[in-house]
């Protein structure tokens, strides 16, 4: 195991979680379960503790999801502070997780004196007082770096186009364009031209055109979108919510192919989620396909008092499981 890696988290409080563990992460990790049972909850707690060394970068990741949840409401126009402030000190007041990785919680001290936040990362205590809390100008300071979320609506370029500038750096674009070719051989490169991202396409008569990434539907993209944060990625994380979102069930081996192979390639612990049946059938041909042993499959499932819990199977158990042909998702 890498020494970076997620190897478990115990949550005492997060959201829908509380006294949850979830032991036996390994490189690569698919995460199923029933709708709202908290697959991408999960993730966002994971992603949150690896990134909140410090409270500008707690602050920082807190924002990132407050602004990731309202990209996807139609009503949202522009960032009011106010909201993003009362909402995200709601959800940070019960925040309390454990890695091999890091302890972090965030907590209301509420006396008849004072209203103060205790927020403590790896045993530093800090204390803000609610009036002197100002989300905004602490997570200003931080920026989230090298590890990369792809959330399960996936409108938008921008996020490619940044990771794509990291693939630039690394002078790593003839292995991108060679993956992408792969996937869809008429695609010779990808560019990136103005504000989006464009495929370049030769015709039988020698002559070239790019077309929009967009014409060629979410699989593509998210194929683009995986393979250019695992570069950015690389010896640290990726998380994809819902992994098989928009693309077609055929498509589901090259994916996963991918991102093994990058995954090992790289040193990127990946963490997804699904409930489609058809994608974890295809986790599992192609971890066996590579013989490869350092994955995990999480169950995530509420017991007779509505705890959620876990379920982990390694290699063995999981692929066993799948030729049995026992119901793996949790339902």
Known sequence: MTEHFIQYIDIERYKCFSDFSAHGFQRVNLIAGKNNVGKTALMEAIFINVCSSTISDLFDSLLFFYKQRK????????????????????????????????????????????????????????????????????????????????????????????????????????DLNHLINSFDNEIEKIKVIGNSIQCRVTASDGSFSY????????????????????????????????????????????????????????????FATTHSRECIESYCRIVEKHKERNISFITLVKNKEKQIKAIIRDYDTFTDSIHDSREVRGW
Do not use: P
């Open 71 to 174: 990209a996807t409401d139609y009503a949202y126009k522009t960032l009011n502070k106010k909201d993003a402030t009362d909402t995200i000190l709601k959800q940070a007041s019960s925040l309390k997780s454990k890695t091999n990785i890091q302890a972090i919680e965030f907590k209301l001290n509420d006396s008849e004196i004072s209203r103060k936040y205790e927020i403590n990362i790896n045993n530093s205590n800090n204390s803000i007082a609610e009036e002197n809390m100002d989300i905004f100008s602490i997570a200003n300071k931080a920026i989230i770096k090298d590890v990369c979320w792809i959330g399960s609506s996936r409108d938008s370029q921008e996020g490619i186009i940044d990771s794509f500038t990291s693939i630039q750096k690394k002078d790593r674009e003839d």
């Open 211 to 270: 077309r929009g990434i967009g014409e060629y539907g979410d699989g593509l993209r998210l194929y683009v979108s995986v393979i250019a944060d695992m570069f950015t990625a690389e010896n640290h994380y990726i998380f994809i919510d819902e992994i098989d979102n928009g693309v077609h069930y055929t498509l589901l081996d090259k994916l996963w192919d991918i991102i093994l192979k990058l995954s090992k390639e790289l040193n990127v612990q990946v």
